[in-house]
């Protein structure tokens, strides 16, 4: 048998062996208690989510950074289908009453949260959920931006002291207002005042409200948050791309420079570009909508178990550490990425004998439950699990250490991720994708500022990458 | 590992940049392309899977040639040939 045989067989056995694992944890876990069948939906879900991210080479870090770096506008494109079909299954979970998805308060704050996390995903490597993928090939520099998003969040949404210095005295009045369980003392945090003092007094927007429609109604969900809110704005995004990065040298190719271009020209070059990456667009179209039937599945099992929250069915397999003071967990009901991951360390922390169940983001809704317990964390470990899966079957795995050069990036990249997503309440899957798709204006608002990170990020990589050819290349007359 | 950008022969290079996440792999092989002469070839040797979709995507727009594709282990090894074609579109 030849080495690359060996390695194969090797490969789909460690794959099978991840399925087998993660089946058996569904079936061990529901013959203790149905309950658990709650856990395995996220769970398969991630896998999906995994499998999809790994087989496009999905990451939303790479659409404009390509763009921008090396002028490919695949990743745009693929983000784009996976959006408008994503927004269009959600349409109907939506107008049936069954979606879980909570819009967020629209301000410039989430334009300055996707500007911080546009500089980290640019500077990591890979966005959050693409950090995650990319683990699950066996990247070592991943997995330090995913432990460094991690930690990032889990201490700066409990950062007082000298930080509380820093909190304009409208906020904190704002805050203290609020008049939030005393547990959680709104009067003390940066993250809390910023959120109770700031974030909680904007207004939540939603397109299909702004066409004075009812949201949960199908003219609301179709009209306005699909085609208003989504499917127009992704074409014009869409038609700028075209313009700008891929026109000139498509009718340099068909057209003689483009002259002659004719109407038919230009057409086939924006359905050329469309269809240029046929994995991204796949990938695109089947995440898409396994997002939109996740929700249709966890509101579901909801309805079965009568309960609102995952916090009460553990509450009820008597499961009461880290639940926060209203009873709750972090549940989104549909694909999240960073608060599982601020939660798993938030627990750690906490098992280390920090106090952080004192603030809004644990304390009051998320909560730190066990990760072995989580929901949204077995969505996380299940998504770095179909992608190792696929990646083992495509015989992509590799198993690469952090250079010292990339270890840094990771690390400020992730930490940058962190403060962003804390501050736009969500990473680019929960604050962009998400949003963006159910129609929730504030999403666009922290898509604009990625870009506008995307753009400063490769300005300094470049910078960064000329100096390091210059050196390599000295020698050779180039 | 540290990049890597040597000269094999006249004409063929070698850029390894193995070991390195996006964006490194696509940016160093956008600078590499644009310095060397029409028809130079680089022997690209990366093993970051996303990196693939961008270089592929890359030459394909700019209209150099990929003339080989190699891939063991998570490893690639691309020989990419510089075309006039994409002198002009780099030089935008």
Redesign the interface.
Known sequence: MSE?TI?ETRNQRWALGIVGFLILVSVLSFAVHEYYIYISAYLWFGFVYGMCL?YG?F?F??AF??LF???????VVGIMIATILFSFVSAFVTATGMSTFHAAPTSIAATIAGLIFGVGM?FA??CAS?SLY?TG???G??LLVVLSISITQATFVDLGGWFNKLVPQSWHESALAKKLPAAINAGDGWVDQYLAGYIWNQPIVKFSELLGLKDASFAGAFLGDFLVGVVVPATVLLVVVYLFW?R??HL??VAKGGENATFGDELAGYWGMIA??K??ALAGLFLGIACGLQMLVIEGLRIKFGVRNAGTLLSRLGHDFGLSVSGTVFDPGYWYVTTQEAQWVGWLFNKLGWNNMDNIYFGLNNGIPNPAINPADWMSLALIGGAAVM?LLS????F??P?K??AVWAIVGGLLMGIGSRLGLGCNVGAFFARVALGDASGWLFGIGMIGGAYIG?KF??WW??R??AK??A??D? | MAMKFEKKAEGLYMLDVTGYVCPHPQIYTKKALEKMKDGDIVELVFDNPSSSESIAAMCEAQGNEIVEKNMANGKYVWKIKKTADAAVALSR
């Open positions: 690359a390695t790994q080479r990451c870090a790479s950074r390509d770096a090396v002028g490919v506008p695949r990743m640019v490597g890979g693409g990319k090939e066996g990247n520099v991943s891929v000139k040298n340099k190719k240029s990456s994995r991204t990646a015989n992509e795995f590799k690469k250490k250079t050069e990339l490769v990589f470049n990458t000329e390091k050819m390599e290349m020698a050779f180039l």
